[in-house]
């Protein structure tokens, strides 16, 4: 059954993000409201979760729904959507933008598809099985310690800014490297698929975290607990050094 529902959640995913990327390429033309801080949303960020919630209440009524743009409850069994993870860069024509969707059952997350249209990128996994991209068991990168490469978010919560600037110290200091994706799920996946060496976030809600956790999980990273509401996300390899510079800020 779970083969059966990622095989439907891929195709879903990859079907509407022909539809994300052609407004991508058409985006001087988008309605753009501001719900806070630079936290913008589009039309295309809910017309991709409209489509996402028509196609997945055809192909599987019985599942629940909560996306970033409409709401709802997360009650097993249910759909996590992000429509467009990584707008801003969505809006300012940077590539590294995603729809992450991720499947919970009773017993936490049990099918993930991140899909980066820009790249033409599906990475995607389900509980047990593994990860996965294009047919690509992902594996973890042996483990390096000098020179990584993180994946690190920033955001306007002043407390996640003095924690944020003590992991840029510490990084720096050791002659690390940070990059910043803007996109939460794409930042976990490329961790899973070797791009970076880690990825940290002080504050993602559902949608941004749980179907790139599983992804990781099931690549065998260290990985934060599951998010169901509001958390802190990391992922690296285990037995990396960044277990100390990214988790005792947590």
Known sequence: MQQEILAKARLIAEEVGVYALEVFHDRANLHIDSKGLLDYVSEADREVERRIK???????????????????????????IDPIDGTTNYLYGRPDFCISMAFVDEDGPAVAVVHAPYHRRTVYAARGIGAFENGKKLVPRTVCDHELVVNLSFNYNQDNNRDFLSKVNKLVSEKHQIRACGSAAWALCQVATGQVDGAYNGCVNSWDALGGQLICAEAGLEVAPYIYDKGSMYAYPKGSILKDILIPYL
Do not use: D, M, Q, Y
């Open 54 to 80: 028509h196609a997945l209440g055809i192909a599987f009524p019985e599942h629940g729904f909560k996306g970033e743009e409409s709401g709802g409850e997360l009650v097993a069994p249910c759909w996590v």
